[in-house]
């Protein structure tokens, strides 16, 4: 029997989820070029992402704002408001996991469900992409993909194969035929300088990958050449894992006596640092907002944040970081709390933290 059968796995994937949201909250705006980032005024930072509509001029997600300014300078350009976007994914989330037997949100926008202890066949597994898609656009107004495979990697590639509002199915069956066509850039974790080295090896689509020689992908790019070789031939072991979204990991110290003395503050702060990076690499997570808590001995509390423009997961940067929001309140009196923490934390599945060795 072929247990993949009875595997179906669903990725579903908001389309435009940030500026999609904005339409929706200011329904002028439908049918327009929208591009939620930062100030193109300032000159400084990035596409956040972008509507369907401002995509027409090469706009994309991570593109500086200044380019994306030079490319539509008439879309409508928004400052990203995180607060709104985070309630209505939970809202969306929890349609999408009422129908799943294991349920794994892996972004604010993204979740894979599994369905295999209850659904044995790919129509009623497609039925139910489709009562999610209709559920989530009634209920909130807004669109997603939904790919549907027997496995995250193809289910993945399949939600992003017909956006937006698309719905891809494909079946144990039809895997390479639909697999090898593509062109390398379509598997999760191949940016612009894997692809270009592969390119140079005379690899441009998926069928060539699965078809070169694994030891020689392994000696070139170590463990990630045998997991993009699996995955070209649409081999995936991982589980849906059923895990909670972490939103933000801190860690705080309370003193017994209150302190003021600069290198106790910083060996406190590297410590927690220490802690907060710890359980970052157990979960496997990255961040890109850094927040400090700090507590004086009459009780007056004050929370510190900054965000980076790339989330990671780098002890260093995390450090500095902490410091320099810490220098204004040193030297001004006597601390009896400090807490240090992440927030807007990106998962990095199994695939993608070999991914991130090497890129
Ligand atoms: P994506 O799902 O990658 O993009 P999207 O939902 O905007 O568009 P698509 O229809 O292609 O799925 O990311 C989800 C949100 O995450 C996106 O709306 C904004 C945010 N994001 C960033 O802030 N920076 C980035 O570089 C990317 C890729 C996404
Ligand atoms: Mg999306």
């Given at each position: 029997?072929?247990?993949?059968?009875?595997r179906?796995?669903?990725h579903?994937d908001?389309?435009?989820?940030?500026?999609?949201?904005?339409?929706l909250?200011r329904?002028?705006?439908k049918?327009?070029?929208?591009?939620?980032?930062?100030?193109?005024?300032?000159?400084?930072?990035?596409?956040?992402?972008?509507?369907?509509?401002?995509?027409?001029?090469?706009v994309?997600?991570?593109?500086?704002?200044?380019?994306?300014?030079?490319l539509?300078p008439?879309?409508?350009?928004?400052?990203?408001?995180?607060?709104?976007?985070k309630?209505?994914s939970e809202k969306?989330?929890?349609?999408?996991?009422?129908?799943?037997t294991?349920?794994?949100?892996?972004?604010?926008?993204?979740?894979y469900?599994?369905?295999?202890n209850?659904i044995?066949?790919?129509?009623?597994?497609?039925?139910?992409?489709y009562?999610?898609?209709?559920?989530?656009?009634?209920?909130?107004?807004?669109?997603c993909?939904?790919?549907?495979a027997?496995?995250?990697v193809?289910?993945?590639?399949a939600?992003?194969?017909?956006?937006?509002?698309?719905?891809?199915?494909?079946?144990?069956?039809?895997?390479?035929k639909?697999?090898?066509?593509?062109?390398?850039?379509?598997?999760?974790?191949?940016?612009?300088k894997?692809?270009s080295i592969l390119?140079?090896m005379?690899i441009?689509?998926i069928?060539?990958?699965?078809?070169?020689?694994?030891?020689?992908?392994?000696?070139?790019f170590?463990?990630?050449?045998?997991?993009?070789?699996e995955?070209?031939?649409?081999i995936?072991?991982?589980?849906?894992?059923?895990k909670?979204?972490?939103?933000?990991?801190?860690?705080?110290?309370?003193?017994d006596k209150?302190?003021?003395?600069?290198?106790?503050?910083?060996?406190v702060?590297?410590?927690?640092?220490?802690?907060?990076?710890?359980?970052?690499l157990?979960?496997?997570?990255?961040?890109r907002?850094?927040?400090i808590?700090?507590?004086y001995s009459?009780?007056?509390?004050?929370?510190?944040?900054s965000?980076l423009?790339?989330?990671t997961?780098d002890?260093?940067?995390?450090?500095?970081e902490?410091?320099?929001?810490?220098?204004?309140?040193m030297?001004t009196?006597?601390?009896?709390?400090?807490g240090?923490?992440?927030?807007k934390?990106?998962y990095?599945?199994?695939m993608?933290?070999?991914?991130?060795d090497?890129e």
């Amino acid at each position: 029997m072929n247990i993949e059968k009875f595997r179906i796995t669903l990725h579903i994937d908001m389309d435009s989820f940030y500026s999609s949201v904005e339409t929706l909250h200011r329904p002028s705006l439908k049918g327009l070029p929208v591009i939620v980032g930062s100030d193109p005024k300032k000159g400084r930072g990035v596409v956040s992402t972008c509507s369907y509509e401002a995509r027409k001029y090469g706009v994309h997600s991570a593109m500086p704002i200044t380019k994306a300014y030079k490319l539509c300078p008439q879309a409508i350009y928004l400052p990203v408001n995180m607060e709104l976007y985070k309630k209505t994914s939970e809202k969306v989330m929890k349609i999408i996991n009422s129908h799943a037997t294991k349920f794994q949100q892996v972004s604010v926008d993204e979740a894979y469900i599994e369905l295999n202890n209850d659904i044995d066949n790919y129509d009623k597994a497609i039925d139910i992409g489709y009562v999610i898609k209709k559920q989530i656009l009634e209920q909130e107004g807004l669109t997603c993909s939904v790919g549907i495979a027997p496995n995250k990697v193809l289910s993945k590639i399949a939600s992003d194969f017909n956006k937006p509002n698309g719905l891809t199915v494909v079946k144990p069956t039809d895997v390479i035929k639909f697999l090898h066509p593509l062109n390398i850039s379509k598997l999760p974790g191949i940016g612009r300088k894997t692809a270009s080295i592969l390119n140079s090896m005379g690899i441009k689509t998926i069928g060539e990958l699965a078809n070169y020689d694994v030891q020689l992908l392994i000696s070139r790019f170590g463990k990630f050449g045998l997991v993009i070789h699996e995955m070209s031939h649409g081999i995936d072991n991982r589980e849906v894992k059923e895990k909670e979204f972490v939103k933000s990991i801190s860690k705080e110290d309370t003193f017994d006596k209150d302190i003021s003395d600069i290198n106790r503050i910083r060996d406190v702060l590297y410590n927690l640092v220490e802690k907060v990076h710890i359980s970052l690499l157990k979960q496997n997570f990255r961040f890109r907002t850094v927040n400090i808590r700090v507590r004086y001995s009459d009780f007056r509390t004050y929370t510190r944040s900054s965000t980076l423009n790339n989330a990671t997961n780098d002890v260093h940067i995390l450090k500095r970081e902490v410091m320099i929001l810490m220098k204004e309140f040193m030297h001004t009196g006597e601390f009896r709390l400090l807490g240090v923490g992440v927030s807007k934390l990106e998962y990095i599945d199994d695939m993608q933290t070999c991914i991130t060795d090497f890129e």
